[in-house]
């Protein structure tokens, strides 16, 4: 049986503008030498507010991905054609999210909602 969860992105995860602008720099050259994870999302990745994760079962690694941006609108989704995914594409399984971030049980109709805003 699959188990979802939904989290927010604590507010200190944000990068100050001095760091983000080297992060982007950083970044930049990275993508010239590494082929991108998710070249669809890249950019939408930092606006996601809201996580929400779909596990085969509850001890499980994290299996499909939907990101919220602050209205609750989804934004990304992933695996999805060429993209792996942000979370799916890690060793984290439910207990490390549940440890890491404020998590919250949704139900399979919300998450499959979410995920077909998306096309």
Do not use: C
Request: proline share 5%; glycine share 4%.
């Amino acid at each position: 049986m699959a188990y979802y969860i939904k989290f927010k992105i604590p507010e200190d995860i944000k990068a100050s503008p001095k760091t983000g602008s080297l992060l982007k720099l950083f970044v930049g050259f990275l993508k010239i030498i590494i082929p991108q994870a998710n070249p669809d999302y890249d950019k939408k990745i930092q606006y996601v507010r809201f996580w929400l994760i779909e596990f085969d079962n509850e001890n499980s690694y994290p299996v499909r991905e939907v990101g919220l941006d602050e209205n609750h609108q989804s934004i990304v989704k992933m695996p999805y054609k060429k993209n792996y995914g942000y979370w799916t594409d890690n060793e984290l399984k439910i207990e490390d999210f549940k440890k890491s971030f404020n998590t919250e049980e949704i139900d399979r109709d919300y998450f499959i909602k979410k995920w077909n805003q998306i096309t």
